[in-house]
């Protein structure tokens, strides 16, 4: 293995991305869509964050974990869209080995980010609903704080797993990635080293970390459906639906595009890369509009800061106004 290392670094300086299976006279309009796409993810997601931050009555453990789901969206959007864009604008597909490497990793952290994101707030939702006399006991402060911590940490060491196993295998021969992003089972196929160990990891670590939030998210509305069909009404349904009726969209979008991608993907073909762009890029500028539509509170909070901007409009330009009269 030392001895094919140096061969290793020569023969790949660089990787070479097919990217999407677009005609060359659609180029410009999937360019101009997917650039929509993205603004709109990056936008969207932001005005979540500032809106959570401006509103006081946003202050709460729920919009909390919101405004960090929203800042990896940005973050998970931008690891690989941006890169596809210029790829499709300029047609220069190639990616240095370092670069491609670190897409692979940020690529990594935020996806593992996302889903712990999704576990830590179905348990949030959880205990508002079964335990709703002790959540601010529950749902304090510090633990709202380690859990998102711990799912940062867990992601990076996750992510860096993945990608220091990646790193010690050798590249021979061909270098073009069927992908428009440094995708680990791309790479993987690329290699010309055993990748059992690889592939081991990858079913059992991170089969297990997958596994382990699905399970946290699947519980947590079993025990929550549970509770309300033990006393059925219609008030308590509509509660908890409201509560819990934007998380489970994204929860259901995300798990479902990523299924579409991981289960599916070898008997589609290229349609994988059609179910990798709905999970990177549709879902991510999705989540926003579901938060905001389906949320009161957040509906609520837009309103508010609108009327600001318009208040502070107005105060701007009033003095103008009576300057203008005085002359007259």
């Keep these: 293995m030392s001895s094919m290392r140096p ?22 309009v999937f360019f101009i869509l997917f650039l929509g796409m ?52 300029t047609q220069h597909q190639s990616i240095p080995y370092v670069g491609c490497i670190s897409q692979l990793y940020f690529f990594l952290l935020f996806c593992g980010l996302d889903n712990f994101l999704l576990a830590v707030m179905a348990y ?6 079964c335990h709703p006399l002790h959540y601010t006991t529950i749902m304090r402060e510090g633990l709202c704080l380690l859990l998102v911590a711990g799912s940062w940490v867990v992601s990076c060491g996750n992510a860096l797993l993945h990608t220091l196993l990646l790193v010690r295998l050798s590249f021979c021969g061909d270098n073009t990635i069927t992908h428009y992003f440094c995708d680990l089972a791309a790479l993987m196929k690329l290699s010309c080293s055993d990748t059992f160990l690889n592939e081991l990891v990858i079913f059992t ?49 995300y798990y ?18 059609i179910a990798s762009i709905m999970y990177t890029v549709v879902t991510t500028m999705l989540n926003p509009f579901i938060y905001s539509l389906r949320n009161r509170d957040i ?16 105060q701007s330009l009033n003095p103008l106004v009576a300057v203008r009269s005085t002359v007259r």
């Design 38 to 89: 993205y603004l709109t993810t990056v936008l969207g997601n932001l005005l979540i964050i500032l809106l959570i931050r401006l509103d006081s009555r946003l202050h709460t453990p729920m919009y909390f974990f919101l405004s960090h789901l929203a800042f990896s969206d940005v973050c998970f959007s931008s690891v690989t869209v941006p890169k596809m864009l210029t790829n499709m604008q």
């Design 124 to 129: 949030d939702r959880y205990v508002a609903i």
């Design 299 to 314: 509906k609520q909070a837009l309103k508010m800061c609108v009327n600001r901007v318009k208040f502070f409009k107005q």
């Design 205 to 253: 670590e991170g089969g297990m970390i997958f596994f382990s939030c699905f399970g946290i998210i699947l519980g947590s509305y079993i025990r929550i459906g549970t509770i309300m069909l033990r006393v059925p009404s219609t008030q308590r349904l509509l509660k908890a639906f409201s509560t819990c009726g934007s998380h489970l969209s994204v929860v259901s979008l």
């Design 7 to 28: 061969e290793n670094q020569s023969s790949v300086s660089q990787f070479l991305l097919l990217g999407l299976p677009i005609p060359p006279g659609q180029q410009g």
């Design 256 to 273: 479902g595009t990523a299924a579409g991608v991981y289960f599916f993907s070898s008997s589609w073909g290229s349609k994988d890369i």
